[in-house]
């Protein structure tokens, strides 16, 4: 196209925006990833603070810090910002920074619309956080926001399903330029089944998104319009039904668990082979199996409703349907340890948090089969053993895949190696605080304590201190993580393009720190 | 080296306009709060908002639109803008989904369990699970509504918008063989039938309201039947205000029989509201 290049000569004379018109206006993929991640990583600061008042008032039984309404905000709040903003913004992090260089492409797609998906963040947040300061005060109703209670609170209700809105269209955004870029962007000899298994994983993950945040939005919608508009879609009295709205919103929240997961899997399929010095064991399952999981879950969302009721054919096809799952994810994790086995091992930071993955998450796992058991989850549904579950799978799985891909990358994506000694520092505590913090919580569940709740009978004391002084700790240690970070942007030792002596792919060809445009010529992939 | 045109590729500069459109969204979000809890000023923040948006899609299009006049978007570009349209009607898909979902499970589900059991024989007994229903509580209050009938206007709108789904295709075929007037005059009809069958909508909804009794308030019926035909026409509107764009770029010269992704994307569409309008007439209309 000779015409766009002399075009471009026209045009290309426009001095870049500089301060914060640059980040406000940018186009440019690696600015919008380190936006993403920035944000997610002041939001794990906000989230997590909650989560460490939540800690302190149940250091022991009766009501010390917080008011029991105030204690409910800080639950509900906890969850809608742990997932909305922390793990989600953080992967799409990830997938800006990675995909077009693991794909060999200058740029996403649609960087117009990938600056447009970030922005709204802040917005979403900003409705979010705000409601913690008008009158009624924040949301109370659960992360879930069932009907009927979500549908009596006050302003912030609202504000917060229009927070869930504009969440919903930075994700569908985000997600279409991620998958058209990966269907569309890469480089020439680079077919679907040789791309990095992280770059399969947000395919897999972008497909979910698309196909449930919508189905999120009418839900949410639904509950606007019983509150503002006097329909009836959640009330009996007019036909409806509030059960509805689980089937509905798990419908949606199923398939979310593993948008949570799924760029997990990619990012220590990764980092395992590099540190293992050998290629990834089994690529093709690892394929199919992440396809096998991203399907299943949307046939297994009521597994999270055993208790409200359904007929017993309901309940064993989705007891059954939920244990299917635990085949392809069985694949995953024999895959990690074949990829070890027998390889020239070294245990750099990354390393660390990707086997402390490959271990903790599969805890997760396993109390997740125990969960599906109907009969079972009967008696331990809404008690700390569910609580205790999916901070398995969420933080040692899908935040702790997170950290790893930050020390994997971060040399790559500032041009200076971390500081080992603190990365390590960082990881043993966060490992250990964590198993302290979330250990307890199953012998909790199992003892019958319930969740969401500001007090609670004296036999659960000693488990609940235990809990809250590992939460410290591991709140604390990410104090390490924010200085290891910014410590590697100011300076350190130089990183070679390669970084690490095992990594293999296209982002290992360019140099470290990237420069702001890459493959403005396409990489032939043999 | 060059700033961000890859031979291969086209790299927009940065950008004001997503900004301008994050700004337009707080206001709305905001205003769209304080005006459905009645808060004096939310309007007006609501309609700041909006007039904000409407600005930004301006500006962008308009970028959009000049850039491909420019001829800046090759093959590949071309093949992006498919995907993504491909995939971003796919999420309407789910949308609607949802809210068909919802009238599933009411019809098929909630309502008849509202007339069994114990519970519901002590809360209302004199309820029977019909379809449409305003729902046991409402009807034992005396509430009481007239069901919108399939056969008058709502068969007329479901021809409209068939003939419409002819007439885009007839403007695409004019398009592909370069006969403009053939173009421009489909465009048009296409347009027209949309707005016709808006105007049809509306007067519906008004017969609904004052002659009827059926409002959003009439139960999951009520519910159902204007959320699903709401959306449905919300996004008719959008429809018609893309082909009207269309209509005004064909006017102006704009498109080849080779390249005008921008008019495909929009027919595309326009035949998905179709298609969501006949299973709306089949599921909400007709098998009552």
């Known amino acids: 196209m000779s015409d766009a290049a002399h075009a471009h000569d026209d045009h290309g004379h426009h001095a870049h925006p500089t301060g914060i018109m640059r980040w406000l206006t940018t186009t440019n993929h690696k600015d919008i990833g380190s936006m993403y991640l920035w944000f997610a990583l002041i939001m794990l600061f906000a989230a997590g603070s909650m989560a460490l008042l939540i800690r302190a008032e149940l250091f022991q039984p009766g009501m010390q810090l917080t008011h029991p309404d105030f204690f409910n905000q800080l639950t509900t709040m906890h969850g809608l910002i742990m997932i909305f903003g922390v793990i989600m913004p953080a992967f799409s992090g990830f997938a800006n920074w990675q995909v077009p260089l693991m794909l060999g492409a200058p740029d996403m797609a649609f960087p117009r619309m990938n600056n447009w998906a970030f922005w709204i963040l802040p917005v979403a947040g900003l409705l979010l956080m705000s ?96 509150r503002n508009f006097g329909t009836h879609f959640f009330n009996a009295a007019g036909g409806g039904d509030p059960v509805m709205f689980q ?14 997961i799924l760029p997990a899997f990619g990012i220590v399929s990764q980092i395992i082979p590099t540190f293992a010095r050998k290629p990834l064991f089994g690529y093709a399952s690892m394929v199919y199996a992440t396809a096998s999981i991203a399907i299943l879950s949307f046939i297994v969302w009521a597994h999270h409703m055993f208790t409200v009721g359904m007929p017993a054919a309901a309940q064993l096809f989705f007891m059954f349907s939920t244990m299917l799952i ?27 948090f990707a086997i402390a993955f490959v271990c903790l998450f599969t805890i997760g796992g396993f109390s997740g089969l125990v969960l599906a058991i109907a009969p079972v989850d009967i008696q331990l549904h809404d008690t ?62 199992l ?80 | 080296m060059s700033l961000a045109q890859t031979d291969k590729y086209y790299l927009p500069q940065p950008s004001i306009w997503p900004i301008v459109g994050s700004v337009a969204l707080l206001l709305m979000a ?89 519970t519901m024989q002590q809360l209302w007994p004199a309820f029977q699970a019909t379809w449409p229903t305003a729902g046991p509580g409402l009807t034992a209050d005396g509430f009481q509504f007239t069901p919108m009938g399939a056969w008058g206007i709502p068969a007329i709108n479901t021809l409209l918008l068939l003939s419409s789904g002819v007439t885009i295709t007839w403007a695409h075929w004019g398009l592909k063989k370069d006969k403009r007037g053939q173009l421009i005059l489909g465009l ?22 004052e002659e009827l009794g059926l409002t959003l308030g009439a ?47 929009v027919s595309w569409y326009w035949h998905f509201v179709d298609v969501v309008w006949v299973i709306l007439f089949v599921l909400v209309y007709w098998l009552i």
């Open chain 1, 131 to 226: 409601s913690f300061l008008l009158p009624g005060g924040a949301v109370a109703g659960g992360w879930t926001m069932y009907p009927p209670l979500f549908i009596q609170g006050g302003i912030s209700y609202d504000l917060t399903i229009l927070a869930v809105h504009i969440m919903g269209l930075s994700s569908i955004m985000g997600s279409i330029n991620i998958i058209t870029t990966i269907l569309n962007m890469r480089a020439p000899g680079l077919t679907l089944m040789k791309m990095p298994l992280f770059v399969w994983t947000w395919l897999i993950t972008a497909y979910l998104l698309i196909a449930t945040m919508p189905v999120l939005a009418g839900a949410v919608t639904m509950l606007l319009t019983d």
């Open chain 1, 384 to 445: 700390y053993y569910v609580v205790a579950h999916f901070h398995y799978v969420l933080v040692s799985g899908a935040l702790f895949s997170i950290f790893a891909g930050i020390y994997y990358w971060l040399p790559k994506w500032t041009g200076h190696m971390y500081d080992e000694t603190l990365g390590k520092w960082h990881f043993w505590l966060s490992v250990i605080g964590m198993n302290i913090v979330f250990f307890p919580m199953h012998f909790l569940g």
């Open chain 2, 188 to 209: 048009a009809m296409t347009v027209a039938l949309g707005l016709v069958f808006l105007g049809l909508q509306i007067y519906e909804y008004i017969h609904a309201y």
């Open chain 1, 326 to 352: 635990a085949v392809p994810t069985g694949v995953k994790v024999f895959n990690w340890v074949a990829t070890m086995w027998k390889g020239s091992m070294t245990f750099e930071t990354p390393m660390l």
């Open chain 2, 219 to 265: 139960g999951v019926y009520g519910a159902t039947f204007f959320m699903l035909t709401g959306f449905h026409g919300f996004h008719v509107l959008v429809g018609t205000t893309m082909l009207v764009v269309m209509l005004g770029r064909s006017i102006a010269g704009h498109f080849t029989a080779e390249h005008h992704f921008a008019f495909e994307a």
């Open chain 2, 30 to 118: 905001v205003g769209g709060t304080m005006t459905m809890r009645e808060i004096d000023g939310g309007l007006w923040i609501l309609l700041a908002g909006l007039a904000i948006m409407f600005y930004m899609m301006f500006g962008w299009f308009g970028e959009v639109i000049r850039d491909s006049e420019a001829g800046r978007f090759n093959k590949q570009v071309d093949g992006s803008y498919r995907w993504s349209m491909s995939w971003f009607i796919f999420s309407e898909v789910m949308f609607f989904a949802a809210f068909f979902g919802a009238l599933f499970y009411t019809r098929v589900l909630s309502v008849p369990w509202l007339a069994e059991g114990d």
């Open chain 1, 447 to 526: 003892a019958g304590m319930p969740r969401r709740i500001p007090d609670y009978a004296l036999q659960f004391t000693e488990f609940n201190q235990i809990a809250t002084v590992g939460a410290f700790i591991f709140g604390f240690s990410q104090l390490i993580f924010l200085w290891v970070v910014l410590k590697a942007i100011r300076g350190g030792e130089k990183a070679t393009s390669k970084v690490w002596e095992g990594a293999e792919g296209l982002e290992w060809t360019v140099p470290s720190p990237a420069p702001y445009h890459t493959f403005e010529t396409a990489p032939v992939v043999k």
């Open chain 1, 247 to 260: 089937h509905i919103f798990w419908f949606f929240a199923h398939p979310e668990v593993y948008i949570l």
